[in-house]
């Protein structure tokens, strides 16, 4: 996530891509910003829509329309990463993933 009024980043090295990790990365999120209003433009990811998603009430979606990677700025910096030599490739631990970036 990227604040682009401010340049200010939020992150979180999650284990995984699943409804677990997103609720801890919205918890933890929402409590480094209690004061804001947090809106993602999100895909469809399952993940993005489980029926267990707790969304904090600070935090909003707006769903781009499926199928359409071509308005998903996310897509862009996976061409990247392919471009980096992550395609197809099995990484031993994170710090290898890491110095590959």
Not at 38 to 56: E, G, Q, R, Y
């Amino acid at each position: 996530m990227l604040w682009t009024h401010t340049g200010e980043s939020f992150f979180l090295i999650a284990g995984g891509c699943n409804t677990e990790w997103m609720n801890v990365f919205l918890e933890e999120l929402s409590q480094a910003y209690p004061d804001d209003y947090l809106l993602f433009v999100m895909d469809n990811a399952i993940w993005h829509k489980s029926s267990t998603l707790k969304i904090p009430t600070n935090i909003g979606f707006a769903f781009i329309p499926p199928y359409t990677p071509e308005i998903n700025p996310i897509e862009q910096v996976w061409k990247e990463i392919r471009k980096r030599g992550f395609k197809n490739k099995a990484f031993q631990t994170l710090e290898d993933v890491m110095n590959q970036l």
